[in-house]
């Protein structure tokens, strides 16, 4: 049987936390399947000493692709080299994150290689019996989860969403082989040359990586009350979240949405403001380390789960909290 692969993210050099996200997926994976965990890298400038992170954080193996030419992420050289790769090694699995790149370089790779993907999963298992990878993932609007299986082709390819796993610490005992692969040059797409990169807009929202969270919905009651959100989340240095219903009312623009049709996030704080935490919201919000819900029905599910729960009107509650905050940035 083939090994289990997770790709490995870089950017400018800097193994992305994502990385350490799939390994730990393909880690219980490879250990059900009796098989080894290789992390594949392609990328530029990549010390060491993170290639031995990844090792740290599950890999037995990391196939190191690195070169100059493939400093910026190009989907037809990236791909031929994945390519390459799995069929000289023949993996079982071959995992990557639902990024921007990830999504572009794996249905590319599955087609060039005559397999099925699924993408988006959120849940990743092994069947017994057949070995199968059940692929699980929102269907239909998400109004039910599918499982869905590729028995008769190989590798099995998926994506997962960002956030939706917690990396596994870095464990100094583990050993592993970290084998640097020369770049082939009959690999290199010489369609494309990346000529520069569009700095990002004013309306890139970086709410999978950020540490605080501030999220505002339907209780805020109209759009100018979103100021509220706004208020508190810079002064806690946040970025603001929303559900589905206060983007749905136009308050507040798609990429803030956070939950199964929106975004997954894993920040340390996440600040639920008029939010009643519906299913669908929690999906987005599970991961968070700590929950803090302000709503003023007692009754509010978000309130429930929440590891602080302040049961007030939000128009009274945040304003305060802002002042509060204030005073103490002030008083430092
Ligand atoms: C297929 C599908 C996908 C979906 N995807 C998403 C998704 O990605 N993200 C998402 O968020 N939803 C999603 N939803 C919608 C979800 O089911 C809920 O409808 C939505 O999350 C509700 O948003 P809300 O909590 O802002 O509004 P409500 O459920 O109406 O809750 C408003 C809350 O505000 C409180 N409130 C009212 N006034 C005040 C006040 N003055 N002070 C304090 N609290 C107050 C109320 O007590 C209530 O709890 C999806 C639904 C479906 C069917």
Not at 28 to 36: D, E, V, W
Not at 112 to 118: D, E, I, R, W, Y
Not at 253 to 272: A, W
Request: proline share 4%.
């Amino acid at each position: 049987m083939g090994d289990v692969w997770t790709m490995a993210e870089q950017y400018k050099g800097q193994l992305k936390n994502v990385s350490f996200e799939l390994l730990a997926r393909g880690r219980s994976l490879a250990n059900k399947l009796g098989t080894k965990l290789v992390a594949v890298l392609i990328g530029w400038n990549v010390s060491p000493a993170d290639m031995r992170e990844l090792i740290l954080r599950g890999a037995d193996e990391v196939y190191s692709v690195q070169d100059e030419g493939l400093k910026e992420f190009t989907c037809g050289t990236y791909a031929a080299i994945l390519l390459d790769l799995i069929r000289e090694h023949k993996p079982e699995i071959v995992l990557a994150a639902a990024t921007t790149s990830g999504r572009t370089l794996m249905p590319y790779t599955a087609v060039l290689a005559g397999t099925g993907l699924t993408a988006d999963c959120t849940a990743l298992d092994i069947e017994e019996g057949t070995g199968n990878l059940l692929q699980t993932r929102p269907a239909i609007g998400g109004n039910i989860m599918a499982t869905i299986k590729t028995p008769d082709h190989r590798p099995q390819m998926a994506t997962i969403r960002p956030k939706s796993t917690r990396p596994l610490d870095a464990d100094p005992r583990r050993t592993g082989v970290i084998k640097n692969i020369a770049l082939k040059d009959s690999l290199i797409d010489e369609r494309v040359s990346v000529l520069g990169l569009r700095k990002e807009g004013s309306d890139f929202v970086n709410l999978e990586e950020a540490d605080v969270v501030v999220a505002g919905g339907r209780g805020l009651k109209k759009q100018e009350n979103f100021r509220l959100i706004k208020e508190l989340a810079e002064s806690l240095g946040a970025v603001v979240g929303a559900s589905r219903d206060a983007v749905d009312r136009g308050w507040i623009s798609y990429p803030h949405q956070i939950g199964l049709s929106g975004k997954t996030i894993s920040p340390k704080v996440y600040i639920g403001i008029g939010i009643s935490g519906a299913i669908q919201h929690l999906a987005g919000i599970k991961t968070s380390e700590t929950i803090v819900a302000i709503n003023n029905d007692p009754e509010a599910n978000l309130l429930k789960i929440a590891d602080f729960a302040i049961l007030g009107d939000a128009f009274q509650v945040v304003p305060e909290l802002i002042k509060i905050i204030r005073q103490k940035k002030g008083a430092k």
